[in-house]
């Protein structure tokens, strides 16, 4: 098996993340626990995984902060994966995956399910990218450039 080049020390944060959600088994668990699955067997029989996968993505997305351990909620001896703040913070992501499949995916009459808006019941606008002064941003809107140097402190 060949092993993974790390990408915790990138510079680039899209690496950086990729390295903590970025395979589809933590990104599918991660959907699952935003619709509130919490349990183990709960995940393992929704996503059809192995039981040494899903222990070790779990496991990671733990040590990643994106999910943590609590008591089962019923008193059993059992843990809980609970979705932290860092975890939630995934919506958004999936949101734009989804919306990208949706776009793209070849047999979209395929798919089973839309996003709706739970009060109204109607499809989820579009995600847009916006600048900061609300003007509606596509790829050749924006760049990159080097993120200023952190102000040293002068001793005094």
Known sequence: MVKRTSFEGDACPIARSLEAIGDRWSLLIIREALF???RFGEFQSKLGMAKNILSTRLRALVDHGILTTAP???GSPYEEYVLTPKGRG???VLV?????GEDFDDRPSEIATILVDREKGRPVKKLELRAED????SLTDTSLKPRPAPRRRSAG
């Open 134 to 137: 609300g003007r509606l941003l």
């Open 96 to 100: 734009a995956l989804r919306q990208w």
């Open 90 to 92: 995934v919506f958004p």
């Open 72 to 74: 089962a909620s019923d």
């Open 36 to 38: 509130g699955l919490r």
